[in-house]
């Protein structure tokens, strides 16, 4: 088991270096948006979405794969297809906006007169090596009416899900279901709040 590791650890710190030198990632990777099945009324409310915060390690395109420490590394060869902060914040717009129970949900410069910001931070968005090989996704997010910036509601929200290392097919596939959790989970609060 720890050989495995030091071997994807090993293998995650070449990353920058060989994909420069290969001239990018092989594969590219996307987020599905949250199943939210939410029952209710439709709101006359609109929600701005701003870009989520996140710690360098997580602000890239790299899929993280974290050990004790935590040490973070990547898997080789293979990305996001944009920075994760970026494909959160576009995912969470879609799931919301495929609820159907608000008037407008959108990003920055959209031109929305907006009642709300769902303002959030990424906490975890990776695959766990500690213990058992898991997919983590954990994201603190706040409701702020935005006509007098006071804070409506905040939560922390986050799943986790069984994964293997074995392939980045396989560890993606993982981190989607948390983040299908996840997504569906902030969408409901959100409509509950607003």
Known sequence: MMGRRNVLIGL????????????????????????????????????????????????????????????????????WADAL?????????????????????????????????????????????ANADKAVVEISARLVNDRNGRTVSSRIFKSEVAASTASPDKAVEALNRAADQVFADISAWTIQNV
């Open 85 to 129: 902060p970026s494909l959160v914040q576009t995912k969470v717009v879609e799931t919301l906006q495929n609820t159907g129970l608000l008037r407008g949900v959108g990003l920055p410069g959209d031109g929305l007169l907006i009642d709300y910001q769902l303002q959030m931070e990424i906490r975890s968005f990776e695959i766990q090596l």
């Open 12 to 79: 995650g710190a070449g990353l920058l270096v060989s994909g420069c030198a290969a001239g990018g990632p092989a594969a590219l990777y996307g987020l599905s948006a949250g199943s939210a099945e939410i029952q209710g009324r439709p709101k006359g409310r609109q929600v701005l979405v701003p870009r989520p915060r996140a710690v360098k390690a997580l602000d890239t395109q790299y899929i993280a794969v974290v050990d004790r420490g935590p040490v973070y590394s990547y898997f080789p060869k293979v990305s």
